[in-house]
């Protein structure tokens, strides 16, 4: 039978397989057959830790959007029609007209009293809609007839 140890591993050529191959030179210019040498002082190590966030940043995005829903509540949330008034008088261009004489006697209001048109008395009509206002003239010269 064949000895196992001298079969050929199918997996070191392969193109496909990113795994660095056995026996590869350290000292190849190759950096894909060279993994980094952690005592080699030319490599700088920058790889970053993933560490938790804080407490605090989740805090802060609870407070922003708290400030945002306040916002949002006055500028959108149906509000009293405050109308400003004025608390000085109005600048005009135009003199004041005086006051009335306050010994003067006022002038009277209209009648009251008046009767009332008589509702049984017919109303003068309205003219027919439907009928036309004024037939159209003749016209001066009888139209051409088509030609055939």
């Known amino acids: 039978m064949a000895d196992p140890s001298r079969i050929p591993d199918p997996r070191a050529n392969d193109p496909d397989n990113p795994s660095t191959p056995v026996g590869a030179d350290p000292l190849s210019s190759d950096p894909r057959l060279n993994p980094a040498n952690s005592q080699d002082p030319r490599v700088v190590d920058n790889r970053n ?14 407070a922003v959007v708290l400030v945002l829903a306040v916002i949002a ?22 003199p004041a007209t005086p006051a009335p ?25 309205a003219p027919d ?18 030609a055939q």
């Open 49 to 62: 830790v993933v560490q938790s966030r804080a407490a605090s940043s989740g805090v802060l995005i609870a």
């Open 73 to 94: 509540y006055f500028v959108f949330a149906p509000g009293t029609d405050t109308a400003v008034t004025p608390t000085g008088e109005a600048v005009t261009t135009e």
């Open 101 to 125: 004489d306050a010994t003067a006697p006022a002038t009277p209001a209209p009648d009251a009293t008046a009767p009332a048109p008589d509702a049984s008395a017919p109303a003068t009509p």
């Open 129 to 146: 809609a439907t009928a036309p206002a004024e037939p159209a003239p003749a016209p001066a010269e009888p139209a051409p007839a088509p």
